[in-house]
């Protein structure tokens, strides 16, 4: 079950949390997996130790927020590797502040990054994936793009623009066996989470219907699925990973 032998996989924002849980969920699983994100360092290591475990992984350097290079070092990883069967897009960042304070920089440099990326590295693996009538477009979305959060109106509006993008994508594309679908994760244990103090992590998990924070891995299960030949009559959907947040 699960099985990805002979695909190829595409993983943003790799070189760390869930990028990073995602990428070694689907190696393990026999994917080829490229791992791209800006840190060449973390992504050399991240690949080593991805092949120590039998897998096989390529790092690619690229900053997602500059779209217009995108098609181009994509190019030459389908050159490489070969078509690009499964696209998880992943890479995001945060730039919080309210809306009476936030600067157009803000606004932008969050949706180039989330969504406009997003747009164009989709775009540039199409073809290949229409020409093997096989394909697996996966988008990182978030609750905050479902249910909206104060200081968030950047990264709730990329967010729940991926969303739509994917309900359009899966329109435009089921045709050809290509399916697309998005993962919402709620508040996850990472490197955010842990600088949470004592009190403001118990008013996360107070909220929260499994009473815990959930884990990079639950969101790289939930994207394995939705990777998967078992996921194939399953398109246009956003799997929320919230442990119950949002119902």
Not at 183 to 209: C, K
């Amino acid at each position: 079950m699960f099985d990805l032998k002979g695909r190829v996989a595409l993983v943003t924002g790799a070189s760390q949390g869930i990028g990073e849980a995602i990428a070694r969920l689907l190696a393990r699983q026999g994917a080829t997996v490229c791992v791209a994100a800006r840190s060449t360092d973390k992504l050399e290591k991240l690949a080593s130790q991805i092949a120590a475990d039998g897998g096989r992984a390529v790092p690619l350097t690229l900053d997602v927020a500059q779209a217009e290079t995108i098609p181009e070092r994509l190019k030459e990883l389908s050159q490489d590797l070969g078509p690009v069967q499964i696209l998880v897009n992943n890479a995001g960042i945060t730039d919080d502040n309210l809306l009476a304070r936030m600067s157009l920089e803000q606004w932008r440099r969050v949706i180039d990054t989330n969504l406009t990326s997003v747009y164009a590295t989709t775009r540039a693996l199409l073809r290949g994936m229409m020409r093997q009538r096989w394909g697996r477009i996966i988008n990182i979305a978030s609750i905050a793009g479902l249910m909206g959060n104060a200081g968030q109106a950047n990264y709730s509006a990329s967010k729940a623009g991926l969303i739509g993008f994917t309900k359009s994508m899966a329109r435009e594309l089921g045709s050809r066996n290509i399916t697309a679908n998005a993962v919402a994760p709620g508040f996850v244990e990472t490197a955010m989470t842990a600088a949470l103090s004592d009190d403001q992590r118990a008013g996360l998990v107070e909220q929260i219907v499994l009473g815990r924070l959930g884990t990079v891995d639950d969101v790289a299960a939930a994207t394995l699925f939705l990777a998967s030949d078992e996921a194939g009559y399953i398109t246009g959907q956003t799997l929320n990973v919230s442990g119950g947040l949002y119902i």
